[in-house]
């Protein structure tokens, strides 16, 4: 294929992905507060039921995120697990990169970058290379692929901790049948929505 155009079908991609982001980051915005607490706790309680299943939860832990905007909030998960003395911990970004650390309770943060609660550097880092990762998203499909927002902290950080285990959250809402993807882009094993869980 020419060069030519192979630079017209990655632009096109592009726009692609850029168009289904902003539609279904509008639709996920217009959610209001109610729904937001009744569907993130329906996909708490799916996630607590799962992950009280798993007898290596103690040792592997947890990697999870600090919701922003309208984004699936697992407060309710995060309870859980800090009361059950699992290991928790949360994103820390770091110029082009992010790092993971743990955290004792839901007081262990401050604003970070991008506006969003980050652990304080009291906490230290984690080393947890098989943890259980809750990984946010703008966009999924059922095959497991995932639209972050553009920086690609999240895909660089699994081509590199691959022994994650991964889990998509998403209200039902932002989940396509099929998504255009990148040979950068890594697959979720694992999605989560309010509707239960569902394996790739």
């Given at each position: 294929?020419?060069?030519?155009?192979i630079?017209?079908?990655?632009?096109?991609?592009?726009e692609a992905?850029k168009?289904i982001r902003k539609?279904?980051?509008?639709?996920r915005?217009a959610l209001s507060?109610n729904?937001v607490?009744?569907?993130?706790?329906?996909?708490?309680?799916?996630?607590?039921?799962?992950?009280?299943?798993?007898?290596?939860?103690?040792?592997?832990g947890v990697?999870g995120?600090?919701p922003?905007?309208?984004?699936?909030?697992l407060?309710?998960?995060?309870?859980?697990l800090l009361?059950?003395?699992?290991?928790?911990?949360f994103?820390?970004?770091?110029?082009?990169?992010?790092?993971?650390?743990?955290?004792?309770?839901?007081?262990?943060f401050?604003?970070?970058?991008?506006?969003?609660?980050?652990?304080k550097?009291?906490?230290?880092?984690?080393?947890?290379?098989?943890?259980?990762?809750?990984?946010?998203?703008?966009?999924?499909?059922?095959?497991?692929?995932?639209?972050?927002?553009?920086?690609?902290?999240?895909?660089?950080?699994?081509?590199?901790?691959?022994?994650?285990?991964?889990?998509?959250i998403?209200y039902?809402?932002?989940?396509?049948?099929?998504?255009?993807?990148?040979?950068?882009?890594?697959q979720m094993q694992?999605?989560a929505t309010e509707?239960?869980?569902?394996f790739?």
């Amino acid at each position: 294929m020419e060069l030519s155009k192979i630079w017209v079908k990655n632009l096109e991609k592009m726009e692609a992905k850029k168009q289904i982001r902003k539609e279904l980051l509008a639709k996920r915005n217009a959610l209001s507060k109610n729904d937001v607490t009744a569907l993130s706790e329906q996909i708490s309680i799916h996630l607590q039921q799962f992950l009280d299943t798993q007898s290596n939860l103690q040792i592997h832990g947890v990697y999870g995120y600090y919701p922003r905007s309208n984004e699936v909030s697992l407060m309710l998960l995060y309870t859980w697990l800090l009361e059950k003395k699992i290991p928790l911990a949360f994103p820390r970004v770091l110029g082009n990169t992010m790092e993971f650390y743990q955290v004792n309770s839901m007081e262990d943060f401050k604003e970070g970058a991008f506006h969003i609660f980050e652990p304080k550097e009291t906490c230290i880092r984690a080393d947890l290379e098989k943890a259980f990762c809750l990984v946010p998203g703008s966009v999924f499909d059922w095959n497991g692929n995932r639209y972050g927002y553009g920086k690609g902290y999240y895909d660089k950080y699994f081509s590199i901790h691959r022994e994650l285990k991964r889990i998509g959250i998403a209200y039902d809402l932002q989940i396509k049948e099929a998504i255009p993807t990148e040979k950068t882009d890594i697959q979720m094993q694992l999605l989560a929505t309010e509707n239960g869980l569902v394996f790739i």
